[in-house]
C-alpha cells in the first residue's frame, strides 16, 4: 500500500525556475526520503530527512518536514533540464530498525530548456 | 564502485511460463529488497533480506513468487507461472543497515521490465 502521496501528479516548469513538490503521509515515521527516477532507470537517492529535523539543504535542493501535518516538501531551485524526471517521496516507520521504505506514487517533472 | 547489478533488462513471456531475475547488491550491503513498480507508480515492496534471512515478505504473493538469497549476496526472484497482471518493472535495492538504525538510504537496480503476453 501506499502510504506517501505527492502532489502535484505532473509539474512543467521553464529552466531556471524554482519546483516545488509535497509529500503527505499517514503514520508516524523515522525519516523521509526523496528519490529522483530518471525513464527506465532505477531510483536514485536525493536526500533524507530525520523525524526530529525540519529542514535539509543539500546543493540547489531543499526539503522541509511537519511531522504535525504529516508532511513535507522538495524544493528544487533554479531546475535544469536535465532534473527533468519522476520524483518520490518515501517513508521509514519501521520500528525494528533497518529501512522499510514505503514510496508515494511519485510527481512527474519537466523542465523544459 | 559498481552500483546493483540487475539482470536480465527486460523479459517477455507468455502467460503461464516461469521467469526469474538476478540481482547483484553492492559489495558488503547486508540487506536486500525485491520492489515491484507499475506504470506510473512507486516501487511496492515484495521482500526484504537481512544477510540469508528474509526478515520481511507480507507483501510476496507466495503461491506463485519466490526469493532466495544464497550466501548472503546475490539474490533471485522467480514467479511461477506468470500472470497477466505481472506486467511490471522488478527492482532490487540494497542498503548497508546497522542494527537498531533507522537512517539508511536504498540503492537501486535498473530494474528488469517483465511483459507477460
Known amino acids: 500500500s501506499q502510504q506517501g502521496e505527492e502532489d502535484p501528479q505532473a509539474l512543467s516548469i521553464q529552466e531556471g525556475e524554482n519546483a516545488t513538490m509535497n509529500c503527505s503521509y499517514k503514520?508516524?515515521?523515522?525519516?523521509l526520503q526523496w528519490y529522483r527516477q530518471n525513464s527506465g532507470r532505477g531510483l536514485v537517492h536525493l536526500i533524507l530527512i530525520r523525524s526530529n529535523e525540519r529542514e535539509k539543504h543539500s546543493g540547489r535542493l531543499r526539503v522541509t518536514l511537519d511531522t504535525s501535518k504529516k508532511s513535507s516538501s522538495l524544493l528544487i531551485t533554479a531546475s535544469r533540464a536535465a532534473d527533468t524526471a519522476s520524483y518520490f517521496c518515501a517513508t521509514d516507520a519501521s520500528p525494528e530498525g533497518g529501512s522499510r521504505l514505503t514510496f508515494g506514487e511519485g510527481t512527474q517533472l519537466t523542465v523544459n530548456p | 564502485e559498481a552500483g546493483v547489478v540487475q539482470s536480465p533488462r527486460y523479459k517477455i513471456i507468455e502467460k503461464k511460463q516461469p521467469v526469474a531475475f538476478w540481482c547483484n547488491p553492492i559489495s558488503g550491503h547486508n540487506t536486500l529488497y525485491w520492489y515491484r513498480q507499475n506504470l506510473g507508480q512507486g516501487p511496492e515492496l515484495l521482500i526484504r533480506y537481512e544477510n540469508e534471512e528474509a526478515v520481511d515478505d507480507s507483501q510476496l504473493p507466495k503461491d506463485r513468487f519466490s526469493a532466495e538469497r544464497l550466501k548472503g549476496v546475490d539474490s533471485t526472484l522467480k514467479i511461477q507461472p506468470a500472470e497477466l497482471g505481472d506486467s511490471a518493472v522488478y527492482l532490487c535495492?540494497?542498503?548497508?543497515?546497522?542494527?537498531?538504525?533507522?537512517?539508511?538510504?536504498?540503492?537501486f537496480g535498473s530494474g528488469t521490465q517483465l511483459s507477460v503476453l
Open positions: 503514520t508516524s515515521i523515522n525519516n
Open positions: 535495492a540494497s542498503s548497508l543497515v546497522w542494527w537498531g538504525s533507522t537512517n539508511e538510504k536504498l540503492f
